[in-house]
């Protein structure tokens, strides 16, 4: 079957860097995406990865790693608002997005 | 800016009725989709449209059914509401220019529907 693993959650300190991973067992491959969801809102567009390696926009990065079946979201400078599920999606081979369960990102002063 | 608008935040129905969920995007997308989305799991696919009165199952069309009539308007229908069914409905679109359906998808702000 498919399957998309992430944390349930994790906690980090304000003005800290955090790491989300992302593990990823899929039919195929036609990219992955990082969506931001704060409680109770839409999911936003964060990043899109298809080619290895890293791709930084501010201070999130997201680096994929496709042999390995494995893609993280870094985030550097941590702020109070960036307290929010972060979702791992992959497009399999019938571009349809499958998602992981999110990971619930909180932020400590 | 994409927009995406679903016609209710919230909403309550009885078992048995007829449900209707809206969502309207203004940025000319060709492809919309209806996902629900429950604690401890991801987004699940109900339904999506690529094209005008064109529609595609997804993972779980069961107990649901869709509308695309115009372009810009894809409702969700719930046949016969049942309990199982409460959960938070979020509708997505993309560009999809020629059919590509990789695009990055835009959410409207979801709709939670409780079922009593």
């Known amino acids: 079957g498919q399957n998309i693993d992430q944390p349930t959650e994790m906690t980090a300190t304000e003005g800290a860097i955090v790491q989300i991973n992302c593990t990823y067992q899929?039919?195929?491959?036609?990219?992955l995406f990082w969506y931001q969801q704060h409680a109770g809102e839409a999911p936003t567009f964060l990043s899109y990865?298809?080619l290895d390696g890293l791709e930084e926009k501010g201070r999130f990065s997201s680096f994929l790693s496709r042999s390995k079946g494995y893609s993280y979201l870094l985030l550097k400078e941590l702020q109070m608002k960036d307290s929010a599920s972060y979702l791992c999606?992959?497009?399999?081979?019938?571009?349809?997005?499958?998602w992981g369960a999110g990971t619930k990102l909180i932020i400590k002063p | 800016d994409v927009k995406v608008t679903q016609s209710s935040r919230y909403l309550v129905k009885r078992t048995g009725e007829k449900v209707f969920l809206e969502c309207v995007q203004d940025?000319?997308?060709?492809?919309m989709f209806w996902y629900r989305q429950d604690p401890g799991l991801g987004l699940r696919l109900i339904y999506f449209?690529?094209?005008?009165?064109?529609?595609e199952k997804g993972d779980i069309p069961e107990g649901y059914s869709v509308s695309r009539e115009k372009k810009e308007r894809f409702s969700l229908i719930l046949e016969s509401a049942s309990t199982n069914q409460t959960s938070m409905y979020l509708c997505?679109?993309?560009?999809?220019?020629?059919?590509?359906?990789?695009?990055?998808?835009?959410f409207g702000p979801g709709t939670r529907l409780t079922v009593l």
């Open positions: 449209s690529y094209d005008v009165k064109m529609k």
């Open positions: 899929t039919s195929g491959f036609n990219g």
């Open positions: 997505a679109s993309s560009k999809g220019t020629s059919g590509r359906l990789t695009d990055t998808q835009y």
């Open positions: 940025m000319d997308h060709e492809n």
């Open positions: 999606a992959v497009m399999d081979s019938n571009y349809q997005l499958i």
């Open positions: 990865n298809v």
